[in-house]
């Protein structure tokens, strides 16, 4: 692959709500390179999810252009370049595990025997192997996020966009799965556009973390994440992730106070993340 | 099982005792209001139940055997009715669930339809479809369909709208057409819906059938039954009331096909696990 492509090009995108209404993001520019994982990070409001949607042609800008994979967005989503987590895993009730994950197998046309011998694999992949037959309401909500990961995984699009996959989980459970999704995404080779509110996340996760404020949603810093890959449960403890976490925190302080209208609550709300 | 089949006779047992009960009282003190209880106005459970039992007509066939035949044969209109209705009714909710602006317009009339009593309904549906051909009970059958077909539109249409609209970004991501959308998200979503409109619509379409026989002047059925005894009620009320047990008994029986047809159908969690 080569490593210098483009994959998610944003030009001075912009995006209002309603007629003359909420400015949800103003004048966004962005590049994400091929390989690359890139988290969105700021307050409630900041519009990290909205640009997220944006990107995956879930939502049409006002103005700016959005080119993925050297398409528009919305061929690039006719033409199936997006695995979709969501905070909630969003899985359909009445199929199994299995067949939530041969979801989008089944979109694509796949016959089946194809399809199960991917959603064996993917099984694997998130390591619920064994748990095919079952039903999304038997599992625990750190397993039904893995079987939404690996549905989204399963056709192996180019680019997985997360929007904060992890929000609900409790923090054992989001730190495992912090490492299973950097294995899966090494392993995979995709691209990576992750939404979060948890400053040590993006800073563990990320090779780099956009910073955001709201008011309107804009881009009000980049930190480039240099620790080494692939990351280890130790990554947490050297000075350098501390240095970085911090760089973010003065990055999104920094956003707050330049707009002098986040609220210290929504800043706080951003640190207790961490 | 066995403790639903103890709680099924305990209660019947009640009901039993309650009605001779109330009978008795009422004849000790003379109650003239409401009514005034004999054994013509009310009579014995075990005379209701003997005259089933007892010669149709003189060295005829027994009246259980006769109004077996016609509960058939009403059955046979109203499974008609209920699968035409049903079917109407869907496909109705289908198409108004992909436009708002026909949902607007139709809803009212679809409304209407219903408080257009189903006796004023009846007479036109005999008129329009007699004499082409088809068998008089098939006018029977759509007047079932009229009664069958409200509950499921107005279900299905809300079922069918209940998807997670997360789950409808999902299968936006995975450029799913209508199609895929309606019988992959949409429909299965609604099952539950669709499955409580069934039980409405299942007894009524027996009520339909017999009330349809009325106007349609067909006598093979409950409802021709029920009209014959009507005229006999001062000689033989048992008779009348041992009729209303058989269409009952045939409503719980349409009730339970649907029940069992869920239970294959419907998987999903159980409302205190999910």
Same mark, same amino acid.
């Given at each position: ?274 | ?76 209109? !109203? +499974? ?5 209705? /049903? $079917? %109407?009714?869907?496909? =109705?909710?289908?198409? #108004?669930?992909? *436009? ?95 499955? !409580? +409109? ?5 007894? /009524? $379409? %027996?009520?339909?059938? =017999?009330?349809?026989? #009325?106007?349609? *002047? ?57």
């Amino acid at each position: 692959m080569n490593e210098n492509r483009i994959v998610v090009e944003l030009r001075d995108v912009t995006k209002e709500f309603g007629r003359g209404g909420v400015t949800a993001l103003r004048g966004i520019g962005l590049q994400v390179g091929a390989g690359e994982f890139v988290t969105l990070i700021g307050p409630s409001g900041c519009g990290k999810s909205t640009l997220l949607r944006v990107i995956g042609d879930l939502i049409e800008p006002t103005a700016g252009e959005v080119v993925v994979n050297g398409k528009s967005a919305h061929q690039a989503r006719r033409e199936r370049d997006y695995g979709i987590v969501f905070q909630d895993a969003v899985l359909y009730d009445w199929r199994t595990v299995a067949k939530n994950i041969a979801l989008p197998l089944e979109m694509l046309g796949w016959d089946r025997r194809r399809r199960s011998e991917r959603v064996r694999r993917m099984l694997e992949l998130v390591e619920l192997t064994g748990f095919e037959d079952h039903h999304p309401w038997q599992l625990s909500g750190g397993m039904q996020q893995r079987v939404s990961i690996a549905r989204a995984l399963a056709f192996d699009p180019p680019l997985l966009l997360m929007d904060e996959p992890f929000g609900a989980l409790d923090e054992m459970t989001r730190e495992r799965l912090n490492m299973e999704l950097l294995r899966i995404w090494e392993a995979s080779g995709s691209t990576v556009v992750f939404v979060t509110h948890s400053i040590s996340e993006a800073v563990f996760l990320s090779t780099r973390v956009v910073v955001m404020s709201p008011r309107p949603g804009r881009i009000t810093g980049v930190v480039d994440i240099d620790l080494p890959q692939p990351r280890v449960a130790e990554t947490r403890e050297q000075p350098r992730f501390f240095e970085l976490v911090t760089a973010v925190r003065d990055r999104l302080r920094a956003g707050g106070a330049e707009a002098g209208e986040a609220s210290e609550q929504e800043l706080i709300a951003v640190e207790e993340g961490l | 099982m066995l403790r639903r089949a103890i709680v099924f006779v305990a209660v019947l047992a009640g009901l039993v005792a309650l009605w001779e009960g109330f009978k008795a009282a009422a004849e000790a003190v003379d109650l003239t209001w409401p009514f005034v209880v004999d054994d013509r106005t009310l009579p014995h459970v075990h005379d209701i139940v003997g005259a089933l039992f007892e010669p149709s007509r003189t060295n005829g066939p027994l009246l259980i055997d006769v109004l077996g035949e016609q509960a058939l044969f009403t059955a046979k209109e !109203a +499974a008609v009715g209920f699968t035409l209705g /049903a $079917s %109407v009714g869907f496909v =109705i909710a289908v198409v #108004l669930v992909h *436009s708002n602006l026909l949902q607007r317009g139709f809803l009212p009339y679809i409304v209407a339809s219903q408080t257009v009593p189903i006796l004023a309904v009846a007479p036109m549906v005999v008129v329009w479809l007699g004499g082409r051909g088809l068998p008089g009970w098939f006018s029977v059958s759509v007047i079932a369909a009229y009664l069958t077909f409200f509950p499921v539109t107005i279900n299905a249409l809300r079922g069918l709208q209940s998807a997670d609209p997360r789950a409808l970004e999902l299968m936006h991501s995975y450029a799913a057409g209508r199609w895929a959308v309606l019988w992959k998200l949409r429909v299965p979503a609604a099952m539950p819906f669709l499955f !409580a +409109a069934f039980k409405i619509s299942a007894t /009524a $379409s %027996v009520v339909g059938a =017999i009330i349809g026989e #009325l106007p349609a *002047s067909i006598q093979d059925g409950l409802g021709g039954a029920i009209l014959n005894f009507n005229q006999y009620y001062a000689s033989a009320p048992t008779r009348l009331w041992a009729t209303n047990l058989v269409a009952a008994f045939l409503g719980v029986c349409f009730f339970l096909a649907v029940l069992a047809g869920e239970r294959l159908v419907v998987r999903r969690a159980p409302e205190h696990v999910a």
